[in-house]
């Protein structure tokens, strides 16, 4: 569990790829303080297991649906990386619940420069516009994030001086692609709240009636 507050930004050392499996090594300083093998590691929002770690970088293994789903397969060696480590329950929760499953990529379309922050224009998929609301949480290559604007096809973003001062944000272009996860919450609502078809399936099999309430009392 991650909450989106940006730690540093590391580095990556090498990246094989192999069949469509990965081996990340990544270099940093502050998030391997305190951090052992088999800790959990937000990678540009991405959770990743600790397989390896010396005094300044980490290795962690990337499965085949993280490449799909996330941008990790195309980084190289000398790209920089927002890290953070995995929250402890002490912690402050200064952004939202981030799990570092990656839902999307999506691509900035637009940049637009202003005194009080940067606005970014994100496009992407249906599947994964679909979960984002208008003043929603978003996290963006693991940063958090409050959604600003939301129509069929993109979303905006004011990102203040300092959050893109210390994350890689302040290096992305136009076309540049981001790992994208929508705020958890809406996925479990989704999920609990059953389809039209399921709900009328469920209807047309009860055996109650208005009048087996009326002879019960209700």
Known sequence: MFTGIIEEVGRVES?????????IEINANKVLEG???????ASNGVCLTV???????FKANIMGETLDKSTLGILKIGDKINLERAMKLEDRFGGHIVSGHIDGIGKIVSIDKREDGTW???SSSKEVLKYIIYKGSISIDGISLTVAYVDD???????IPHTLENTILCDKKLESLVNLECDVVGKYIEKLIPKKDEAENV??????????????GF
């Open 15 to 23: 990246l094989t790829l192999n069949g469509g499996f990965g081996l």
């Open 35 to 41: 951090t052992k093998i088999g800790d959990s590691i």
């Open 51 to 57: 397989l390896e770690m010396t005094s300044s970088s």
């Open 120 to 122: 970014f224009t994100i």
């Open 153 to 159: 096809n993109t979303f905006k973003v004011s990102v």
């Open 203 to 216: 209807k047309s099999k009860s055996n109650i009636t208005l009048e087996f309430l009326r002879e019960n």
